[in-house]
């Protein structure tokens, strides 16, 4: 049976991690893992919601080498953990804050391991270990689990770091600002520093002052791990910052002007990740060289009907995508959106993603985003779209013009809502109805 090490660092001495710029050593590392895996209480299920990155991989590390399953849903509102305990009966909440409000049975990740570390041997597990279950961030519906073995995690990032440049024979630092319990962030900045010989930066910073000077605190090479809501807060805000080797976005597409822009504040590389919860990461480009999607190594697209199923490489059986894609070869495809992303208004078609590109284009606006205005507080009953927008200095007279030079009229948002920020998660998603909710609410309060 073909087993996977937990690490590829050659040496007990190498670094894993850096908190607060101090390095954290694989022998340490193993030492803490073992520590905690002996004081979990009994129980299959764990559901890490650790906020320190580094903390997260010891309780990753301690549920494997206990047998125990990682739970990783991207979001922790009540709603989605009422739906986890239903799931896992026996789940309890592996956390590092005090003041954790879930409402599982916590665990509180100890201060301090009464031993002092010793040297251990790497542990490798069986490829068919279950590592973790994790979650689709429930953008179109509630959140669906999906069973994810050692082997397939293993493999996705071995398969994927030569793509992103980490095994070039240099110690890379990642930082990354997306939580580890998201599936893009659990891939790119625990697993695959873990399984790579590389190292992460134990923070999660959200303003760009915080990000830049989390980079700085770390040895170089250093990649960003990011998205594009936090690109964007980054080139508006000023901030300088130090020397990047290369910046990883994922979670939505971006388009070639804003990697451009990227690429020349940050003088660096930027490269794009696509995947989903349910294939984990399949492929990349160079944003600012090509629109198209180069595939993984041995990972294909297949059309059937109007779907695109995905197979081959890590991906372990025929699984449907839930995007447009059109297959332009072998290896490469074309993003065209979401399949749950099109929209249908007086019989003419567009889809979420092309009209928030179009709000998002007009200068002056910060951040933006459509959604159906259908059955909200003082909306006809027809279906209409609406828009709430972060645009300081703008109003909503000089929007809908510019709007109107872009769009169909029938695609004009009424309402249009202006607003201080977006209810945006911690990847930068907008779950629709998380949308609705806010859009709603908003209109309450105008209303009154």
């Known amino acids: 049976m073909e087993s996977i090490p937990l690490l590829s660092h050659n040496s007990p001495a190498a670094v894993i991690a850096y908190r607060d710029g101090v390095a954290v050593t694989v022998q340490q590392y193993l030492s803490d893992a073992l520590h905690l895996a002996r004081s979990l209480p009994e129980s299959r299920h764990v559901l890490n919601a650790c906020a320190d990155r580094y903390h997260f991989a010891v309780g ?20 989605v953990i009422a739906q986890l ?44 270990q279950l590592a973790a279950i994790v979650f689709t961030s429930g953008s179109t ?8 073995t050692w082997g397939l995690l293993a493999r996705c990032v071995q398969a994927g770091a030569p793509r992103l440049g980490l095994l070039d024979g240099r110690a890379h630092t990642l930082v990354g600002t997306v939580p580890p319990q998201h599936m893009y962030g659990f891939e790119s900045t625990i697993l695959l520093a873990l399984l790579t010989g590389n190292a992460f930066s134990a923070e999660r910073p959200f303003y760009p002052a915080d990000v830049a000077a989390a980079v700085r605190r770390v040895p170089r090479p250093r990649t960003l791990v990011t998205t594009p809501i936090h690109l964007r807060a980054v080139l508006s805000s000023g901030v300088e910052f130090p020397p990047l080797e290369q910046v990883v976005s994922a979670t939505a597409p971006l388009t070639q002007e804003l990697a451009g822009e990227v690429e020349r ?38 059309a059937s009907g109007d779907r695109v199923l995905a197979h081959g490489g890590h991906i372990e059986q025929l699984t449907p995508m839930c995007d447009v894609i059109e297959i332009t070869g072998e290896n490469e495809f074309l993003l065209h959106g979401r399949t749950a992303d099109l929209v249908n208004v007086a019989g003419k078609r567009s889809s979420f993603g092309y009209l928030n590109a179009q709000l998002n284009a007009i ?38 013009e510019q709007l109107r030079q872009r769009l169909d009229p029938v695609f004009l948002p009424r309402p249009l809502l202006l607003v201080d920020e977006l209810p945006r998660n911690a990847t930068g998603k907008l779950p629709h109805q998380a949308l609705r909710g806010f859009a709603s609410s908003q209109l309450r309060i105008n209303e009154s």
Request: proline residues 8%.
């Open 265 to 302: 504040k940050l003088q660096t590389s930027l490269l794009e990740i696509y995947g989903s919860t349910e294939t984990g990461q399949i492929a990349t480009r160079r944003t600012t060289e090509s629109v198209a999607w180069a595939l993984w190594p041995g990972v294909r697209l297949v």
């Open 60 to 79: 990753l590390a301690a549920c494997l080498v206990s047998n125990r399953v990682s739970l990783l849903p991207s979001t922790h509102t009540p709603p």
């Open 363 to 400: 200068p002056g606006v910060l951040d933006g985003a459509f959604f159906l205005s259908e059955g909200l507080t003082g909306s006809t009953g027809v279906a209409r779209l609406g828009a709430v927008v972060v645009a300081p200095g703008l109003s909503v007279a000089l929007l809908t």
């Open 141 to 148: 519906g509630a959140p669906l689990p999906y069973k994810k």
């Open 85 to 128: 305990a239903q799931f896992a009966p026996d789940a309890i909440c592996l956390t590092d804050e005090l003041r954790c409000e879930i409402e599982l049975p916590r665990h509180y990740y100890p201060h301090g391991f009464s031993a002092a570390a010793a040297a251990s041997s790497v542990p490798a597990f069986a490829a068919t």
